[in-house]
């Protein structure tokens, strides 16, 4: 224990990660700023002045936002059910929640074509019902990535947010009752409290996701409907422009990095605020 | 010549020094415990000598060799965590038989010997059991097993009953002390429960802030405690400075104590039980060892009484089997007798 | 019970129908028996899941995901234990931030680490296609191993390895005698967690496979670009039922609690 040499163990993994994700990443990052003879940051400004860039920019943001609120919406009262319910049957839903999460996500995307295609499920029954004529063009929509996306990623929501509501009391509900609260309002002053740190971390691994997310943006989006993933491979592996696909992979990088961070210090200055 | 010697011992865990220029010696078969608060450093003697923590200087020395830096896996101590530290993987017999199984004893020797140390303990049929499925007193008892059955050259005990019911706690005490003696076994044991120390132990450390208060046998420390720290631990409620005056100690308030001891200090300090004042109504011949006083609070314990009185020299706690309750601001006289008077040292 | 009220229970029925039904769809579909993907289905076969074993490409990016799987699961283990061991068992200045360090693959969006890897590793250092991909894998799925093996060494008791070595182990043997046997289950779980990440993975395989070696999600893609009969539909149930497999084995080892206890 006296020389320490436990910490050598340590190195392989360090190794590892600075010689494959380090710098590899740096390299890229790098080359956005790097020109023949020196520096410059000229790149990301003309990237935004690019109006269809742009907009494939804010379509990306615009796509993770309704669906991280989506998923806190459906997945808020849904955990808050499963929370109160026998830890026996509790199981049974962790289970359908982490299924989906296990599986390909090629698989899920795949089930969603299957619905919303042409001859889907959807058009089927709006046609059947007559409530339109032709079927709807609802494939390779925002409309389909964001279900695409929510389906993907609802579960994550689901277990953050159960993970925190399983260790709120219900006697503290009673308690709150009991000193002349109604159940709204008990519910909004006690449950609803300790549970935004769930909804937090749940937030953020949703809005992250779908910021990044690839295979369903891909199948369900196609070149129809870009995001900043399918920008970057388009670039780099169909027009071999990687510069351009680097430029792309490094503003995905820098926006990822700032959302995490800037939730990071809301939460913290928020609970700061509630212990203070 | 002592068989365990701690010799100006340091150690530190970063920037807290834990024990400083710490001295201590036992001698072969004596059963030595280790009494203080938490933090008083007791644990962290305990695994200095096991060789958990490394002293940043001093020396430890076992059996005349240096033992200060042998690896722990090459000393032949025997250790009883305060959580037992079973292996929860294994059965009790291989919990019982992994010390065995390291020094690479023929597999019938572990077998005889397991079963051995099994039936001294009490858990014959329960080898093939998983610590999981034992009581914590069996569990307890599985510890025992284990740190005995290599034939330690120490044994050394961390707390380990402090997580027994209080019945169960008392029984295996007795039993400890008896496979000690049993096998002639050098122990060292840390506690902070003073009467299950008292009663099991030959010699007494009583520690505080890393140092040694008094080393001593139990029924020394009990009756003559020699800080104020080990006269408090001990269930020395009241104290009182004296000065000496032409010849005679006195109170700051001019009365006379006579003292069973004459100790030369410039200060003294004495301290008293609540059961070695004695009561008297107002008014006695005696004058010395006297304190008039006032009754503020009396609670009923059952055997007796106890008042906490006021006296111009502060507040004391007096236990008496009065017949009646004292009432409350009722004036009585406080007798010291002078054989149950102790002079300690001041704490710092 | 009274806390749930008819509505909150309605609306969480609806809500895993939302998470169920489309993999429902997708088994029914499978066994549909005509060449259009249709729900329901006119009759029904199993055509489709035999067809499956007829996609030569299939088969053969089946064994290559399953190749990669679990050497680059092997290599995390063999990198993320040690790590996961120091950084849970030690207190040492910088420690936190190296556990961010270790997890840290998990933030960077996987495409732009797919395409980086592909820069760096294909283009400039000119390593073969495998090489990229088994590199690839092996980093991104090292927090899992991490964070999986970190949350059992959270319930592990020190002081048994303080037992150990007292009774005559080494450091070496107190691990693999004591660490390991009661790390076991972590180390299953992660094994499984990182194997199913690895094998389902796409952004990062999509840059790393080349002519002659790719992966069956990526073989899966491309199939949907250009075909739109039931095989995938056949394959996706093929592969439920070996994620239903795994998730037991999870369940069995780590608890399915710790799904919800990040």
Redesign the interface.
């Known amino acids: 224990m006296k020389y320490r040499l436990?910490?050598l163990?340590?190195i392989?993994?360090?190794l590892?990660?600075i010689l494959?994700?380090v710098?590899?990443?740096f390299?890229?990052l790098l080359s956005t700023v790097r020109t023949d003879g020196g520096w410059t940051l000229s790149r990301y400004p003309v990237f935004f002045q690019d109006f269809y860039l742009r907009d494939i920019y804010f379509r990306t943001l615009k796509i993770a936002a309704i669906t991280t609120l989506a998923a806190a919406v459906?997945?808020f009262?849904?955990s808050?059910?499963?929370s109160?319910?026998a830890k026996k049957y509790r199981?049974i839903?962790?289970?359908?929640?982490?299924?989906?999460?296990?599986?390909?996500?090629?698989?899920?995307s795949?089930?969603?074509?299957?619905?919303l295609?042409k001859?889907?499920?959807v058009n089927?029954f709006l046609v059947r019902i007559g409530f339109i004529g032709e079927p709807l063009n609802l494939l390779y929509t925002e409309f389909s990535v964001i279900m695409g996306l929510l389906?993907l990623f609802?579960?994550l929501m689901i277990?953050?947010l159960?993970?925190v509501m399983?260790n709120i009391d219900?006697e503290l509900?009673r308690a709150a009752e009991s000193l002349g609260a109604s159940r709204l309002t008990a519910f909004l002053k006690i449950v609803l409290p300790l549970s935004l740190p769930g909804l937090v971390?749940g937030a953020s691994l949703v809005f992250?996701g779908s910021?990044?997310a690839?295979?369903t943006p891909?199948?369900l989006g196609g070149d129809k409907t870009q995001v900043l993933?399918t920008l970057?491979?388009k670039n780099?592996?169909a027009l071999f422009d990687?510069q351009q696909?680097?430029l792309v992979?490094?503003i995905?990088?820098i926006t990822?990095?700032t959302v995490?961070i800037s939730i990071n210090w809301f939460s913290g200055k928020f609970n700061r605020g509630e212990a203070g | 010549m002592a068989l365990l010697s701690l010799d100006d011992l340091t150690v530190s865990y970063g920037d807290n020094t834990v024990l400083e220029n710490f001295n201590l010696e036992i001698n072969q078969g004596e059963f030595v415990s280790l009494l203080g608060p938490s933090g008083c450093g007791k644990t962290t003697t305990l695994r200095a000598i096991?060789?958990?923590v490394n002293p940043g200087s001093g020396r430890i020395v076992f059996m005349g060799k240096d033992y200060t830096n042998i690896?722990?896996?090459?000393?032949q101590?025997?250790?009883v965590?305060?959580?037992y530290?079973?292996?929860?993987?294994m059965s009790v017999f291989d919990n019982v038989a992994?010390?065995l199984k390291?020094?690479k004893t023929p597999v019938a020797e572990i077998k005889k010997r397991v079963q051995e140390m099994l039936e001294l303990v009490g858990l014959e049929g329960f080898a093939q059991r998983h610590p999981g499925e034992l009581s914590g007193g069996q569990q307890q008892r599985v510890a025992l097993a284990?740190a005995l059955v290599?034939k330690p050259d120490l044994l050394l005990l961390d707390e380990p009953l402090s997580n027994l019911d209080a019945k169960l706690r008392v029984e295996m005490r007795v039993e400890i002390r008896n496979i000690q003696q049993q096998l002639n076994l050098t122990t060292v044991y840390v506690t902070h429960d003073q009467e299950e120390c008292f009663s099991i132990s030959d010699r007494v450390v009583v520690m505080k802030d890393g140092k040694i208060e008094q080393y001593d046998q139990p029924e020394v420390i009990y009756r003559y405690p020699m800080t104020e720290f080990v006269a408090r631990f001990v269930g020395f409620e009241n104290f009182l400075d004296l000065k000496e005056k032409d010849g005679r100690l006195v109170t700051n308030n001019g009365i006379e104590f006579k003292l069973d001891r004459n100790d030369e200090l410039a200060k003294y300090r004495v301290a008293v039980r609540p059961d070695d004042i004695v009561i008297k109504e107002v008014g006695g011949d005696r004058t010395a060892n006297v304190l008039t006083a006032k009754v503020k609070i009396s609670t009923f314990l059952g055997k007796e009484y106890q008042y906490l009185v006021e006296t111009e020299l502060g507040e004391f706690v007096v236990n008496a089997a009065t017949v009646n309750r004292i009432k409350n601001g009722e004036q009585i006289e406080l007798y010291f007798p002078e054989e149950n008077i102790r002079i300690v040292k001041e704490a710092l | 019970?009274n806390?749930?009220g008819k509505s909150?229970?309605l609306?969480?029925f609806l809500?895993?129908l939302?998470?169920?039904a489309?993999?429902l769809?997708?088994t029914v579909?499978a066994f549909g028996q005509s060449e259009?993907?249709?729900?329901p289905p006119d009759s029904f076969s199993i055509r489709w899941f035999l067809n499956v074993f007829e996609v030569e490409m299939f088969m053969r990016t089946f064994l290559i995901s399953l190749e990669v799987a679990c050497i680059a699961t092997f290599i995390a283990l063999?990198?993320?234990i040690?790590?996961a061991?120091?950084?849970s068992?030690?207190r040492?200045r910088g420690r936190k931030i190296?556990e961010s360090?270790?997890l840290?693959?998990v933030?960077?969006?996987?495409?732009?680490?797919g395409?980086?890897?592909?820069?760096?590793?294909v283009i400039?250092l000119r390593l073969p296609v495998f090489t990229g991909l088994l590199?690839?894998h092996?980093?991104f799925i090292?927090p899992y191993i991490?964070r999986v093996i970190s949350a059992s060494l959270a319930n592990f008791?020190y002081?048994?390895e303080?037992?150990?070595?007292?009774?005559?182990?080494?450091?070496i043997?107190t691990f693999f005698m004591?660490v390991l046997?009661?790390i076991s289950s972590g180390v299953v779980a992660g094994f499984i967690l990182a194997f199913?990440n690895s094998?389902?993975n796409?952004?990062i395989s999509?840059?790393l496979t080349g002519p002659g070696v790719s992966t069956l999600?990526i073989q899966?893609?491309s199939y949907?670009e250009y075909y739109?009969d039931p095989t995938?539909?056949a394959l996706?149930v093929l592969?439920?039922g070996m994620?239903?497999v795994?998730?037991f084995i999870i369940?069995r080892s780590l608890g399915?609690?710790y799904?919800?206890?990040?």
């Open positions: 436990h910490y163990l340590l392989p993994a360090i590892f990660l494959f994700l710098i590899p990443l390299i890229t459906m997945g009262p849904t808050y059910y499963i109160r319910t199981g839903y962790i289970i359908l929640a982490v299924f989906p999460l296990l599986t390909s996500p090629v698989v899920r795949f089930s969603w074509m299957i619905i295609g001859n889907g499920i089927d389906y609802l579960p277990l953050s159960v993970g399983e219900s509900l971390i992250t910021l990044t690839y295979t891909m199948l993933s970057v491979y780099a592996l990687w696909a680097s992979a490094s995905m990088v990822t990095f995490v | 096991a060789g958990f690896p722990v896996h090459k000393k101590f025997g250790f965590f305060q959580n530290a079973l292996f929860p993987h992994f010390g390291m020094q284990r290599i | 019970m806390e749930k909150l229970t609306f969480t809500v895993y939302f998470l169920i489309p993999l769809i997708i579909t259009f993907l249709k729900f063999l990198v993320g040690p790590a061991y120091v950084i068992r030690y040492f190296l360090f270790f840290s693959p933030l960077i969006p996987q495409i732009v680490f395409f980086s890897l592909f820069n760096y590793l400039k590199i690839g092996t980093i090292i991490i008791d002081e048994i303080e037992a150990a070595v007292i009774f005559g182990a080494n450091r043997k004591i046997p009661n199913i094998f389902n796409v952004p999509v840059f999600p899966m893609m949907v739109f995938i539909a996706s592969l439920m994620t239903t795994l998730m369940e399915l609690s799904f919800t206890s990040k």
